[in-house]
T-cell receptor, first 113, second 116 residues
Framework: DSGVTQTPKHLITATGQRVTLRCSPR?????VYWYQQSLDQGLQFLIQ???????AKGNILERFSAQQFPDLHSELNLSSLELGDSALYFC????????????FGPGTRLTVT | AQKITQTQPGMFVQEKEAVTLDCTYD???????LFWYKQPSSGEMIFLIY??????QNATEGRYSLNFQKARKSANLVISASQLGDSAMYFC?????????????FGTGTRLLVSP
């Protein structure tokens, strides 16, 4: 158990809908990272937050957004969902803003039908 | 840009034997880190080992060691005394100064199957 929690574990929704994925980092970790793992794209970095502020952005679609709250938990919002958004979404955390030893949560498996 | 290449889509090994999973990387970063993660069938990503580009010695963590050859740009994972529970996907990843060490770039992974 990495100490990073993600909810829900599974999510099934229809195209065009909006969902929110939630992540709680390990105790004391200030950085949260979001990754997407899909069959065709592999594991891709989406976005990083450090202590409430966006620090780095990867291949995140405009339909996707994220935020980190004062209690350091983070949410990834996915809207206007398409079939291709079906993937495993991971949250990871690390103590600082560097990515040494990022600890991953169990992931949220999103299925868009 | 950073790139990780894992050329072995699948590897087979017998229990108690050692296995090497290959990873080569490409980067122009003056300083970088190399990581290995394990992903069992349950889906979670488990951090295994880290090697910094300026570390003089190869990293080791229990049965895992990282064979780091900087000139060859390779960072192979060696698992000694394989166990059935080692069957999983293994991902090599890196981060570097050009990305502020803020994101991990992953390879495509190697599926390891350990047989009795």
């Amino acid at each position: 158990d990495s100490g990073v929690t993600q909810t829900p574990k599974h999510l099934i929704t229809a195209t065009g809908q909006r969902v929110t994925l939630r992540c709680s980092p390990r105790s004391g970790d200030l950085s949260v990272y979001w990754y997407q793992q899909s069959l065709d794209q592999g594991l891709q970095f989406l976005i990083q937050y450090y202590n409430g502020e966006e620090r780095a952005k990867g291949n995140i679609l405009e339909r996707f957004s994220a935020q980190q709250f004062p209690d350091l938990h983070s949410e990834l919002n996915l809207s206007s969902l398409e079939l291709g958004d079906s993937a495993l979404y991971f949250c990871a955390s690390s103590p600082g803003h560097l990515s040494y030893e990022q600890y991953f949560g169990p992931g949220t498996r999103l299925t868009v039908t | 840009a950073q790139k990780i290449t894992q050329t072995q889509p699948g590897m087979f090994v017998q229990e108690k034997e050692a296995v090497t999973l290959d990873c080569t990387y490409d980067t122009s970063d003056p300083s970088y880190g190399l990581f290995w993660y394990k992903q069992p069938s349950s889906g979670e990503m488990i951090f295994l080992i880290y090697q910094g580009s300026y570390d003089q010695q190869n990293a080791t963590e229990g049965r895992y060691s990282l064979n780091f050859q900087k000139a060859r740009k390779s960072a192979n994972l060696v698992i000694s005394a394989s166990q059935l529970g080692d069957s999983a996907m293994y991902f090599c990843a890196m981060s570097g100064t050009n990305t502020g060490f803020q994101k991990l770039v992953f390879g495509t992974g190697t599926r390891l199957l350990v047989s009795p």
